[in-house]
């Protein structure tokens, strides 16, 4: 018993130690978060000592692959895998994260340590999408978005991208690639590789 409250006092000083949220999970459930977790998930550790793994990782369509990795992991595999998932959080909200999984011996019972690292929250990122074209709006030289694939259809653009890719004669309904703006496809494919 001593060992085995001796390497949880560890296993909880390593975890406290990382700066990625960090999950120790045995038998299922959720034994032990990090103060990054707790922040990313909403909940108190007491509350998350209550969950089992299936509580936070629910088994919807984005969590197939992990889900079926955690069914037939190995009791023996060293090795760490990476996916995206989806985390249900204390709020009822889904949040997509990329997680880490990591296999571990805790006084001879193994578990699995969770490193979860936040992917951008759709909020977060349509805020900083709309203020960044606010500020592209009144800069003084000509921004653009494009999708990424060919022909890379322009999303929208700034005044002064407009007056100088547009000229006077345009209606906002026009739609307007990028390739069109090369002579020749090699260039385009070229200033797409200097993109990358």
Known sequence: LGQMVEDRFLYRALIEATTEGTLLVQKGRCRYGNPTLLRITGYNSERLELL???????????????????????????????????????????????????????????GIILLVKEVLPEREAADSIRRLGLAAQGATIGILRARAVRPSHVITMNDAARQFMLGENHTEEESYALAKFFAEDSEYSGFRETLR
């Open 52 to 110: 089992k793994l299936s509580d936070l990782l629910p088994e919807v369509p984005e969590n197939a692959d992990i889900l079926r990795h955690l069914e037939q992991m190995p009791s023996d595999t060293e090795d760490s895998i990476n996916f995206d998932a989806v985390l249900v959080i204390a709020n009822g909200e889904k949040r997509t994260c990329h997680i880490t999984i990591n296999q571990i011996t805790l006084a001879e019972h193994t």
